[in-house]
């Protein structure tokens, strides 16, 4: 169904790469629910190259966790050159480079969307990807750094000349960071500009927006990111709708604990607890969107440092 140089994927929803949210619990909790390809978290380029510790760990993938994309962020060739030596180590299935990322700690540096600024430099940091690479290289970008500089057609244009096997368009600029809407007018100018699958990206929060990013530009795939944050059925949701068009029932309030508990072993079990309880807080707020009275419950969460008081409150839902 979508092809991505030698990597064949029968599904064409794909989870997207989101800091700090897919590590590897996560990801193996929406695949468990019907996500095919996912993708790490962002990793520095130059961290991995000297082995920092935090950036080993994202690399971290376990039976059952593939396809799996590796999405590095960077500038400096020495450094991704290194970084590419360093995961070639590692099994995975799709080499993205990020010219995306619009937090000013990153594009301060000339990295993530700040080189939709430089297309000459960002077309030899993709070359040497593609050189270097044993895996397919893709490159995910935005429509443009802002409003007046929308470029995302020419730089889809580079980044096929550079060898990569596909684009990822989040369809808007940089200074739009996650606001205003998604422009599908963007992604459907990439799209006619290049002959690799084109992967429409944002605002695909419901299983009708998924299928109006399809209609409305054309694109071969989607990312799934937000709308699948507290919830991992979004992958089966929009699958059905594309299929029939029938929207799926929303899991039990039974169906919706278990997952939240299920998810918590598996990071407590992956994290330790001392790690992992502060970082679910947030997917709790999530998996609880909508719920009745659950307000004093959230606060709860927030507060819980440990598995059995996190499981406690969990219960109460
Ligand atoms: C919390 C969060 C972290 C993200 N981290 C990354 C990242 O590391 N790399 C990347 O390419 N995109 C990242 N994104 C962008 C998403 O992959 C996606 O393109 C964007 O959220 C638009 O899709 P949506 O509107 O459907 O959420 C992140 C998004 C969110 C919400």
Redo the contacts with the bound molecule.
Sequence with gaps: MLTIGKLKLKSNLIL???????DLPYRMLNRKFGAELA?T??VNARSLSYSNVKALEMLGSAKGDRPLGI?L?GNEPEYLNRAIEKLHKYKFDIL?F?A??PERKVTAKGEGAALLKDLGKLKRLLKIMVRESRWPVTV?IRAGWEKNSVNARETAVVAEDAGVSAI?I?G?TRNQL?SGS?DYGVIKSVKDAVKVPVIG?????SAQLAKKMFDETGCDGI?????A?GNPWFFREVETYLEDGTIQERPSKETVVKTIKYHLNSSVKCFGAKRAIPAFRKFFCWYTKGLNNVRPLRVAACAAETKKEMLEIISKI
């Design positions: 997207a790469p989101m800091a700090g949210i897919t993708f978290e962002m999405q962020v993205d990020n995306a990322c995910k990822f989040h808007r996650y998604v990206s944002g605002d695909v929060l990312l799934l990111a937000r709308g944050l």
